[in-house]
C-alpha cells in the first residue's frame, strides 16, 4: 500500500505568513491529491483536489501543487479563520483513499 | 443542496455489534461511489470502507476487513457500516463521504457531520 507521510505536523505562523506544508507518497503514483481544512469538532472541508484545482468558494489564497511523489499545499497570507488542522489525501484505483497524519496550523 | 446525515453511533460493549447509516439527499445517490472514514479522539483521518454506486466493488481497510460490512440501498438514498466483533481501537467519530464519481477511485468532495461510536465496558 501507498503511505503519506505528511510534514510538519505542527506549524506555527502569525496572521499575514506564506505557510507551507508537504505530502510525500512511498511511490511514484498517478493519483488523484485532495488538501482539507478541518477544524474541531468538524468534518473536513475540502479545498483543493487534483493536486491544484480550487474546490468551489474555496479563498484564492490556498493553493496546491505537485506530482509523482510530493505535493505541497501553499496558504498566502495567513488569515485568523484559516488556524486549523490540514491532511492531505491520496485517491486512486489501487490503494483507494490514503490520508496523511495532519497538519496543524498554530498562532505563533 | 447535498446532504449526508450519519446516525446509529452510540456507546456499545467490546464484542458487540452496530450498525450505522447515512441518509443522502440532495443529489442522485446511485450516481456516487460512498465511503466511511473515521477519526479517533485526537486521531487523524482513517479510510475505513468505500462501495461503488452500483455496489459491485466494495473496498475495507485492513482494520476492517472480516469485521466490518458496507452496503447501499439506492431506493432508500442509504448507505450503510455493519461493524461486529467492535473493539475499543473502533472508538472514533464515523463520517460518511460522497465521491465525485461512480467508481471508488473518484475523489471526495462532500462529507456527513458524523457520528460517535464509543466502545467500552
Known amino acids: 500500500d501507498i503511505q503519506m507521510t505528511q510534514s510538519p505536523s505542527t506549524l506555527s505562523a502569525s496572521v499575514g505568513d506564506r505557510v507551507t506544508i508537504t505530502c510525500r507518497a512511498s511511490?511514484?503514483?498517478?493519483?488523484?491529491l485532495a488538501w482539507y481544512q478541518q477544524k474541531p469538532g468538524k468534518a473536513p472541508k475540502l479545498l483543493i483536489y487534483?493536486?491544484?484545482t480550487l474546490e468551489s468558494g474555496v479563498p484564492p489564497r490556498f493553493s496546491g501543487s505537485g506530482s509523482g511523489t510530493e505535493f505541497t499545499l501553499t496558504i498566502n497570507s495567513l488569515q485568523p479563520d484559516d488556524f486549523a488542522t490540514y491532511y492531505c489525501?491520496?485517491?486512486?484505483?489501487?490503494?483507494?483513499?490514503?490520508f496523511g497524519q495532519g497538519t496543524k496550523v498554530e498562532i505563533k | 443542496e447535498v446532504q449526508l446525515v450519519e446516525s446509529g453511533g452510540g456507546l456499545v460493549q467490546p464484542g458487540r455489534s452496530l450498525r450505522l447509516s447515512c441518509t443522502a439527499s440532495?443529489?442522485?445517490?446511485?450516481?456516487?461511489?460512498m465511503h466511511w472514514v473515521r477519526q479517533g479522539p485526537g486521531k487523524g483521518l482513517e479510510w475505513v470502507s468505500g462501495?461503488?454506486?452500483?455496489?459491485?466493488?466494495?473496498a475495507y481497510a485492513d482494520s476492517a476487513r472480516g469485521r466490518f460490512t458496507i452496503s447501499r440501498d439506492n431506493a432508500k438514498n442509504s448507505l450503510y457500516l455493519q461493524m461486529d466483533s467492535l473493539r475499543g481501537g473502533d472508538t472514533a467519530f464515523y463520517y460518511c463521504?460522497?465521491?465525485?464519481?461512480?467508481?471508488?477511485?473518484?475523489?471526495?468532495?462532500?462529507w456527513g457531520p458524523g457520528t460517535l461510536v464509543t466502545v467500552s465496558s
Open positions: 463521504v460522497k465521491s465525485g464519481g461512480p467508481g471508488m477511485a473518484a475523489r471526495p468532495d462532500f
Open positions: 440532495g443529489f442522485t445517490f446511485d450516481d456516487y461511489a
Open positions: 462501495i461503488s454506486w452500483n455496489s459491485g466493488r466494495k
Open positions: 511511490q511514484n503514483t498517478d493519483s488523484g
Open positions: 487534483k493536486a491544484s
Open positions: 489525501q491520496l485517491y486512486n484505483n489501487y490503494s483507494l483513499w490514503t
